[in-house]
């Protein structure tokens, strides 16, 4: 075949192939280009899942009758002018292809008026084809309106999904757009039947928050707000315990536009790998704002990926801000795990050390949500002084207020209170201001232990004792091959052996954490742990587990009775721990019962 100048039309199908790919990335355009023209109401109205018809009408700045044809012409846009201004951007568009591609692939009408003309006007696309412009009746501002989505594209249109489908990936990025912007008001019907209705919630982005992701994520959430070299975060992260089993709330933003980063995403996930159990996802809603030459965001067609200049200082920032502020989830200091409900508040207590529903379950009781408001205020009592002396990242408590609190006598009493009973050599049962604080004594010692470990650790040296009697351990070849090539590393954990024969290791020295623990299993583990990892990883990652290890096997086993005093001295300690709101394995270690939770449990006063 020749060679031949591709008609214009076609070539504005092939971008589509890029740009849009299903009704969602049609709404997401057309918003974008809403928010840019500065609307401060969206009102979205579709059919079919999208399919049949995409309506985005807002009251921005609008187009002048002279540049209709032109904004759907390709390559066509008000909002760059150079390459100083591609690296600078800071609008949501730059490409000048959005209208253009979704033109071609449907049948287009934009209608538009600017706050200064006696009218609008509307043009329109079939296939391709401009119209020619007319007067018509629109306010200021502008109406978008897509119908047919690759009525002229049959292979496109077979990828198109069930009409529910189509409405979820809509719906899931005007949440995005949503959580944003708390300064427009959105609204969103499908089929005729309004799904939301959001008037703009001003200066409080908590509103907004709120109605998007339910009041749930706030109360299980840590309000983050930090500034360093030049970059600036905020936003929400997800408590540990209240992670999710799906990556659906994952909310990352750089100068308020979505973005998916695998620089970002690796942060995040180191700064929760301490806190959260393997295969658990954090939620968070989070804002990077950051000088728009420090970053490419024309990387990607459809404007979904980033590139920042400086990728390893910016991966630094995000991970040192999460860690320290996770490192703030301690027992008894903000919110709490929110307990399962469904009249049955102690039933969905952890059996065995799988995960379950009392953790995994996202409740909606609204018993749960009552204890973490009164653990929220009980934090703004107790957690005032920590806040105080908190080094940077500022955490903002979401206290609302310490209702109920202001007897005085009530400011001595600790957060996690005082023990009054063992239960079944399990559970810590403490009597605090509010009700009732259980506790799971394994699971907070461990915590107490690991931390305590890797602090140790961190200051060159964890406190070791030595035996008595040493201890003489029958190994295998293996074993005892990786005890005998790690002795330096685990010196430097405490652990002082030496091979007394080839399957054979005499152990002399221990942690001083670890009197009292069972050696032999213990040495077992961390041996295992040493072959398994074999220098495949950064030594510190695998040292953090070896730490968790050993603070599992020096942590309180269940069915340990334990006196008051021992019982209170775990509490403070859990006060005074970082991280010690969840066990290693991401876990709660604690949760809170308040006299209105009971109250309402025994229907009294109903
Ligand atoms: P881009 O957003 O990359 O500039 P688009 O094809 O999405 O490209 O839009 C082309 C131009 O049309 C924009 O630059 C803008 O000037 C104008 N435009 C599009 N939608 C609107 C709108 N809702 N309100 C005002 N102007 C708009
Ligand atoms: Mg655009």
Known sequence: MRIRQLPENLINQIAAGEVIERPASVVKELVENSLDAGATRIEIALEAGGVKLVRVRDNGSGIAA?????????HATSKIGSLDDLESVRSMGFRGEALPSIASVSRFRLISRTADAETAYSIESDNGQLSAIRPAQHPPGSTVEMHELFFNVPARRKFLRAERTELGHIEESLRAFALARPEVAFSLTHNGRALVRDAASGQVPEARVDAMLGEEFLLNSLRIEHSAAGLHLHG??????????QSDRQFFYVNRRLVRDRVVAHAVRQAYADVLFHGRHPAFVLF??????????NVHPAKAEVRFRESRLVHDFLYRTLHEALAQTRAGMA????????????????????????????????LGLRVNEQLAAYASLYGGAERGTLQSPMILADADGSAGLSTPGREEIPPLGFAIAQLHGVYVLAENAQG???????????????ERLKSEQACGAIPSQMLLVPISMMVSTREADAAESHTAELAGLGIELGRSGPQRITIRRIPVVLDGADVERLLRDVLAEFSQHESSRRLQEVQNEILATMACHGSIRANRRLSIAEMNALLRQMESTERSAQCNHGRPT??????????RLFLRGQ
């Open 66 to 74: 002279d540049d209709l044809a032109l904004a759907l012409t390709r």
């Open 236 to 245: 929400w992260v997800g408590l540990p315990t209240a992670s999710r089993a």
């Open 288 to 297: 990077l704002e950051i000088d728009p030459h420090q970053v490419d965001v």
């Open 335 to 366: 919110v709490a795990v929110p307990v399962g409900m469904a009249g049955m508040p102690l039933a969905t207590g952890a059996a065995g050390n799988q995960p379950t529903a009392a953790w995994l379950g996202n409740q909606q009781g609204g």
């Open 436 to 450: 009732l604080i259980i506790v799971d004594m394994h699971a907070a010692h461990e915590r107490i232990a690991y």
């Open 590 to 599: 604690w949760i809170a019962l308040g006299m209105q939770d009971l109250d």
